[in-house]
């Protein structure tokens, strides 16, 4: 998945051991998600399936049909703000190599633009199997990592770890109370400068953050960020960062890939029909809107 692992398990000190195996255990169900869901290894199920595309139904594991399932209803509630068969698109705009530095032709967008869409993937729940349109792709950059952490924390939870705390690249999950009582608390990064702009804290669920500031080019001082709106096949621009808190972290990373695409009004209005959500998010020009929910509590400076 292209990103960094932190992964904390708390036990009583005189399980040490045992939480050094709770450790190779989680890291082990993510590296697991990994091979299914990467789009850079040549043999992931993933890649496999978008090579099967214009070719029918295929069978596919119960984990990929899990999270395919999720991304089609995201993909309802957020209108087509968020799309797995962007892959086109995120190709054409060069955020595969991250190699891109100009802008590509209209012309192109428009053709690229055709072969997205989530009408473009039919999905056989009896079966358990998926068609994919001709020259249409999945990408489950938006949403894999969140569900990576979700199974990652099930492993956990069923070993009997008492609390812990799973990192995928800011996908962040916690399992039980923390130890010393207070309630879990991660601090939002300032999407243009070193620092935090303030934090969140939360007593269960998940957070996840998408921003501008990773991957993205400049152009005649223009930044263009990996996050495409399906609907126009451009890159968002005035959004610099989402975070939002869910029950799932698997709900949490969609959701804050949708109200990126979304923006603040109809981003924050999405997060709020969906219960135990909460967000937040930070425009180009640093205003911070915020959408509450119990048990959430947002500091900003
Ligand atoms: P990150 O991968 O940096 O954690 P996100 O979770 O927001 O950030 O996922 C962004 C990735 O999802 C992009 O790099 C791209 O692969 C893919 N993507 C881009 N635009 C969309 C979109 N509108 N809907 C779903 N996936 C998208
Ligand atoms: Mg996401």
Not at 34 to 55: H, I, W
């Amino acid at each position: 998945m292209a990103t960094s692992l932190d992964i904390t398990v708390y036990r009583p000190a005189s399980h040490s051991a045992l939480a050094e195996q709770d450790l190779i255990a989680a890291h082990a169900v993510i590296a697991e998600i990994d091979r299914m869901m990467s789009l850079y290894r040549p043999d992931s199920e993933l890649v496999l399936l978008n090579a099967k595309a214009g070719q029918g139904p295929v069978s596919v594991s119960a984990p990929m049909f899990e999270v395919l399932q999720a991304a089609n209803s995201f993909a309802r509630r957020s209108g087509g703000a968020f799309d797995v068969t962007v892959t086109p698109l995120v190709e054409l705009w060069g955020f595969y190599r991250n190699d891109r530095v100009v802008v590509p032709p209209q012309d192109a967008i428009e053709e690229a633009r055709r072969r997205v869409g989530m009408d473009r993937l039919t999905i056989d729940a009896a079966a358990r199997a998926v068609a994919l349109a001709r020259e249409t792709a999945i990408d489950l950059g938006a949403i894999a990592k969140g569900y990576a952490v979700d199974r990652a924390i099930a492993e956990l939870k069923a070993r009997d770890v008492p609390a812990a705390l799973v990192d995928l690249g800011g996908n962040i999950g916690v399992l039980g109370a923390r130890p010393d009582g207070n309630p879990w608390k991660i601090g939002l990064q300032d999407p243009r400068k070193n620092g935090l702009i303030g934090s969140v804290s939360f007593n269960a669920g998940a957070v996840a953050t998408s921003g501008d500031y990773d991957r993205y080019f400049e152009h005649d001082g223009q930044r263009y960020s990996h996050i495409i709106d399906p609907r126009t096949g451009w890159p968002v621009s005035g959004v610099a960062a989402t975070t939002v808190i869910a029950p799932t972290a698997m709900a949490a990373d969609a959701l804050s890939t949708a109200g990126f695409v979304l923006g603040p009004e109809a981003g924050l209005a999405l997060i709020a029909s969906i219960p135990g959500a909460a967000g937040l998010v930070v425009g180009t020009d640093g205003r911070v809107a915020v959408q509450g929910t119990g048990g959430v509590t947002f500091e900003l400076r």
